[in-house]
């Protein structure tokens, strides 16, 4: 069970954050044995916090020859390193410690969010805050390996391994920048295809976070793989809501059911016309509640709606569906699909950030050529991910 969100504190600022980080660190396990302990676990973790922060590489050359100049360093003002190590000493440090071990700063980082108001400008569809669940994978070889790979043998190809991770977000429309959750590791065991191991890390990271967030008010957004029977009801276990994608050829009875509702009139529909630029786009909203979103007498009740955008030339420029426990009528029905919609955030404004963006001690060692991604394991799972991949 996650523990819940702590006492109200007194301020949110950087050096207060910084300050948590330190609580955190401070607790990292130590796995060295012998005497060689110049650099504490807390200096290899604000080290690597400091790079990735600054998005920088060479941060902690610069501060370490600032350090032996002047006697003092931004490292140690800022992030409050007391020496500073190398990639190499931060890389052994930190790789034997488990990623779980930073989770509780997510949590602490959200308290702050919420007693000081900025979640409020996330506040999405009857007051909830929107979070997108998404897989990412974040390391994959045909070369390098470890016991906790996803192993996929492509038919008279290579043997793949590699490591996903769902990285949950608080996204809202027409906000850039997200706010990330604890991320849930896919393992070899969660299932035999992309459905199924994702499904089963969502369902853990429901279990795991799902009281704690409740409290927030929390509609979870997904594509149409979490849109399943098993998922929602685990969505709903916890007392959240969801919006995900819906689509006619893994929904085929509730289509079915759309269908049957719109030859009686029991289609609802709203229209929406915009002027873009020169253009005229007409938005036409279709929606139904109390459909089953399965065969079977035990199926879920859904809501169910779609947006179709047409150009003035007649060109469909994007169609989307979604299924959702909210109830749907003619005055939220459009505010529904813009939440929905803001489920590509998470890929754009979070996994795509850490990608490209992160964190380049990685860069150092050469085993970037063998991976799909410029940076390998660590960059995915702020600040944190040292897999036994990477040793
Ligand atoms: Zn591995």
């Given at each position: 069970?996650?523990?819940?969100f ?12 910084v ?6 660190t401070?607790g ?9 302990t110049l650099?504490?676990?807390q200096?290899?973790a604000?080290g ?6 600054t ?17 003092c ?8 390193m ?6 190499v000493?931060i890389?052994?440090?930190?790789d034997?410690?488990?990623p779980?071990?930073i ?5 602490d ?5 919420r ?5 409020d ?16 994978q ?10 906790h790979?996803?192993v ?7 043997v793949?391994y ?7 977000v608080?996204a809202?429309p027409?906000?850039n920048?997200?706010i990330?959750l ?24 429901l ?8 409290t927030l ?13 098993p998922?929602?009801e685990?969505?709903r ?10 689509k006619?050829?893994s929904h085929?009875?509730?289509y079915?059911?759309?269908?049957g ?7 609802h ?8 630029g020169k253009?005229?786009?007409t938005e ?14 035990d ?7 779609e947006l ?17 426990n ?5 005055e939220?029905v459009?505010?529904?699909v813009k ?16 990608k ?10 050469g ?6 991604l410029?940076?390998?394991p ?10 036994p991949?990477?040793?």
């Amino acid at each position: 069970m996650a523990a819940p969100f702590r006492a109200q504190r007194k301020s949110f600022t950087f050096k207060g954050l910084v300050e948590s980080l330190h609580s955190v660190t401070d607790g990292f396990p130590d796995a060295r044995t012998g005497n060689n302990t110049l650099y504490s676990m807390q200096d290899a973790a604000l080290g690597a916090f400091s790079v990735f922060f600054t998005q920088s590489p060479s941060f902690l050359d610069f501060q370490r020859t600032m350090q032996l100049a002047k006697g003092c360093s931004n490292a140690h003002s800022l992030f409050g390193m007391r020496q500073i190590p190398t990639d190499v000493h931060i890389r052994n440090l930190l790789d034997p410690v488990p990623p779980n071990a930073i989770f509780p700063l997510f949590a602490d980082i959200v308290d702050g969010l919420r007693d000081f108001g900025y979640l409020d400008a996330y506040r999405s569809v009857n007051g909830d805050l929107l979070v997108p669940l998404d897989g990412t994978q974040y390391f994959s070889s045909t070369k390098i390996h470890c016991p906790h790979c996803s192993v996929k043998q492509l038919k008279n190809g290579p043997v793949t391994y590699s490591h996903t991770v769902i990285t949950p977000v608080i996204a809202a429309p027409g906000t850039n920048t997200v706010i990330p959750l604890e991320p849930e590791f896919i393992t070899p065991q969660d299932g035999h295809d992309k459905q199924d191991c994702e499904n089963a890390a969502a369902k853990r990271w429901l279990r795991q976070y799902g009281s704690r967030y409740r409290t927030l008010g929390v509609t979870i957004l997904g594509d149409d793989l979490y849109c399943k029977q098993p998922v929602c009801e685990a969505i709903r276990q916890e007392e959240l809501n969801f919006i995900l994608v819906c689509k006619p050829d893994s929904h085929k009875t509730l289509y079915e059911w759309v269908a049957g509702l719109e030859t009686t009139g029991g289609v609802h529909r709203v229209q929406v016309t915009r002027r873009q630029g020169k253009r005229t786009y007409t938005e036409t909203y279709r929606f139904v509640n109390q459909v089953p979103l399965r065969d079977g007498e035990d199926a879920l009740e859904v809501n169910w709606c779609e947006l179709t955008t047409t150009r003035d030339d007649g060109k469909v420029v994007y169609h989307n569906a979604f299924a959702t426990n909210h109830l749907l009528t003619y005055e939220n029905v459009v505010d529904m699909v813009k939440a929905g919609r803001a489920r590509w955030k998470v890929e754009n404004e979070n996994n795509n950030t850490l990608k490209t963006k992160g964190y380049h001690l990685t860069h150092t060692t050469g085993m970037a050529s063998n991976t799909s991604l410029p940076c390998s394991p660590p960059s995915i799972s702020w600040p944190f991910c040292f897999t036994p991949c990477w040793t």
